[in-house]
């Protein structure tokens, strides 16, 4: 069953990126939106934060993280908690849930070598996910037992899936391609079973 779920989760997102690809051309701008006399256009620099210009290009990695962290949240993801300022050896900047997807969430500026440079941090991600609870706070604890769980690694770069531990999807995921996310969020409807169909197959 679990391969049969991984293989469907593969098609969906490749199903995904290929109706996106046919709608918008390779070049994924977004999609146009006007007002309710459908006469203006809005452009999409008036739906973005001011913070968007930083977050692709920041060399500040407490900038980096602070700022991803108001992304995920300007998604509409409302259980999403940030250990900032916590830098301790394998622990996690952030960890989310939504609906039946628990993520937890490790930014980094570095674009080379993440596979080895973030490998026992990984190992110790995917061990804390596969408990099925974790602390976030002194006195708050989320549980996800049955849910879909993921880690990723938030960059500049691209997304891409560096590989499967216990079931458990390890992936760089791109900053902007969440970015984009927002901005499609805005002028498209999107419910959150499928804002969470989404984020699992970014």
Known sequence: MRIFEDEMLEFERLLHKLFHFSLYGPSSPQPPVYHQDGASQISGSELLPAFFGKLPTTNDWKEFER????????????TVYAFQGERQAGKADGFFKLNNMAVIYDCTLDRQNIEESKSEQINNYCNRLKQGSIQVSGTTTEEFYNHHKQVWII?????????????IEVKEVSVQDIMNLYQERLTTPMSDQSLEMRLRNL
């Open 67 to 78: 700022y991803t962290h108001y992304l995920l949240k300007l998604l509409g993801i409302q």
């Open 155 to 167: 960059t500049q770069g691209k997304t891409r899936r560096l590989q499967v531990i216990n079931a």
